[in-house]
């Protein structure tokens, strides 16, 4: 442990923050922070949706919103000197808006205290409400991120509660909205899904407009009955080769490898794209 994941883990306690790289158990928590990069986590601790491959905890959150939260992140990325902020949450199915003005003010606050910086959202599938989408985009995020996860035949399995064909709705949307904003999205292997279903949902991903494709391997964060065996393990030639398919689709950035994650090699990824 270095000594600026050190710092982060200090900052982080201090202002009471949670970061999704721990909630999560993210492999890469070691590289990234000693980077100075992390990806804030609003909204608690607690997620109201029980997904198959998730480490955070599940349950019924409380309900009282923190509402010095995006101050405290902004505080924390002006502290930092982060120039590209990540900010995500778990889902709040329990909120009128599901969190989106949450978002929003995040997004707000950090512009204000760090100007010039970028910011990357992802966000829940918020059940589809229009407005709550609305509500994110219209603060303008630079990075608009919604994770579809897997493909759709695994959805019942992995992501009881969400649908396919809903988060790539929310992708379109968002791109229609706000067409120079970039949109990312995430997938997992080594759930049983087969190659030409890895295809297809490639397919559905750019066919609504997606700019940024991350694709990880699936690793199991317990053994215990609520967390998905993993079915098997992809080479890094595989992974290679799921990026070169994904970069023959038309997608302008991938990061393809089997510690990917979402935010992995973030602003890269949104520098790719606005220099295509």
């Not at 990540?86 to 205290?113: H, K, M, N």
């Not at 988060?167 to 904003?181: C, G, N, Q, T, V």
């Not at 950035?253 to 973030?266: F, M």
Request: a positive charge; aromatic letters at 8%; hydrophobic letters at 40%.
């Amino acid at each position: 442990m270095g000594p600026n994941y050190l710092e982060m883990k200090r900052l982080m306690r201090g202002l009471s923050l949670h970061t999704v790289c721990e909630e999560a158990r993210c492999p890469n928590i070691f590289e990234c922070w000693e980077e100075r990069t992390g990806t804030f986590m609003v909204l608690g601790d607690v997620c109201t949706r029980r997904c198959g491959f998730c480490a955070v905890t599940f349950g019924r959150p409380q309900r009282r919103l923190d509402a010095d939260e995006p101050r405290r992140v902004a505080e924390a990325a002006r502290h930092l000197g982060l120039q590209h902020i990540v900010i995500t949450s778990v889902a709040r199915d329990d909120l009128p808006d599901g969190g989106a003005g949450v978002f929003a003010r995040c997004i707000e606050a950090c512009r204000q205290a760090v100007p010039g910086c970028t910011v990357e959202v992802l966000v829940p599938d918020f059940r589809g409400s229009p407005s709550a989408l609305r509500t994110v985009v219209d603060a303008r995020p630079d990075v608009f991120g919604h994770n579809v996860e897997t493909v759709p035949r695994l959805y019942r399995r992995v992501r009881p509660s969400a649908r396919y064909y809903r988060s790539l709705e929310m992708l379109a949307r968002a791109k229609e909205m706000a067409p120079d904003m970039v949109t990312k999205t995430g997938i997992m292997v080594g759930l049983g899904e087969t190659w030409d279903e890895l295809r297809q949902t490639m397919r559905d991903i750019r066919a609504v407009g997606v700019d940024v494709l991350t694709i990880g391997q699936y690793l199991r964060p317990t053994y215990g009955e609520r967390h998905l065996p993993i079915a098997r393990y992809y080479t890094p030639d595989e992974f290679e080769a799921l990026r070169r398919e994904a970069l023959a689709l038309g997608f302008p950035a991938v990061e393809s490898g089997p510690l990917v994650r979402s935010s992995y090699h973030a602003r890269r990824a949104v520098e790719t794209v606005r220099g295509a």
